[in-house]
């Protein structure tokens, strides 16, 4: 089954684990997006799509709560991050997990002992059941054999797999992707692209992915909304094979065609 046509992905086809409504935000009395609404479906992975400065990384930080919007709100889980407070706010986090663009390793620590980070601060488990969930989340991310390395002796790749199997520790239902694909060559990104297609599926997990890599979106994407710097906001919003045939303004179709203005 291709992707876009996968059982409960796309808009209406499930659940709506998070709401976007009218969601504004700005900085220093500059609008950088405004009125942008959508929903999440579970089990669907969902691409927040733009040029550079559009508000795609701003976006992802008001859905996870680091960021409050200046108007509007999002729902997570049936949850308002933005308000929560103590053990609220404590348990809609454990049901997220976040991968920054670089990995955001710590340098001192192995990759085992990083995946066992969320571990250590939200259980009681003991440090060998810890070991063995990290390990686990590893395997699952290809990095069986790497537990022991330190960030400065793995390759970029292998950095943002760490990075993903320690967002994955706490068996969170969504996953929010910062980039996952940034400074990669092809062949390392295609795999990337094939491991979130295959945790998608397997795991059941919902994926929300920042980037502007158009082989990524078009390869992992059920569906997606596109930013626009100059329009403040959201101009489309679809399957992103269908925008890329059917683009519904210039700005789409400039996009998608890798076309100058």
Do not use: Y
Not at 40 to 48: L, P
Not at 115 to 136: F, G, K, N, W, Y
């Amino acid at each position: 089954m291709e992707r876009g046509a996968r059982a409960g992905a796309g808009q209406g086809a499930g659940e709506a684990v998070i709401e976007v409504r009218g969601v504004a935000m700005g900085f220093g009395g500059r609008t950088l997006f405004r009125e942008v609404s959508f929903d999440v479906a579970r089990g669907e992975v969902f691409v927040i799509l733009g040029g550079s400065g559009c508000g795609k990384s701003t976006l992802l930080k008001l859905m996870i709560g680091l960021l409050e919007p200046t108007a509007g709100e999002v729902t997570i889980l049936g949850g308002h991050l933005a308000s929560a407070t103590g053990e609220a706010r404590r348990n809609l986090l454990r049901r997220l997990g976040v991968m920054w663009q670089s990995g955001a390793l710590f340098g001192s620590m192995t990759l085992l002992e990083n995946v066992m980070l969320p571990l250590e601060a939200h259980t009681d488990l003991p440090r060998e059941a810890r070991e063995s969930v990290a390990r686990v989340k590893l395997g699952l991310v290809g990095l069986s054999d790497a537990e022991a390395r330190l960030p400065a002796e793995i390759s970029g790749g292998m950095a943002k797999r760490a990075g993903i199997a320690r967002a994955m520790a706490l068996d969170p239902p969504i996953l929010f992707l910062d980039e996952p694909s940034a400074g990669l060559d092809p062949v390392t990104s295609a795999g990337l692209d094939e491991l979130i297609k295959d945790l998608a599926r397997d795991l059941g997990t919902t994926f929300v992915v920042v980037t502007h890599e158009l082989q990524s979106i078009l390869a992992i994407g059920d569906r997606c909304i596109m930013l626009d710097k100059e329009a403040q906001g959201m101009i489309a919003e679809g399957d992103p094979r269908r925008l890329r045939d059917e683009p519904p303004n210039d700005t789409v179709r400039r996009f998608f065609r890798r076309e100058v203005a």
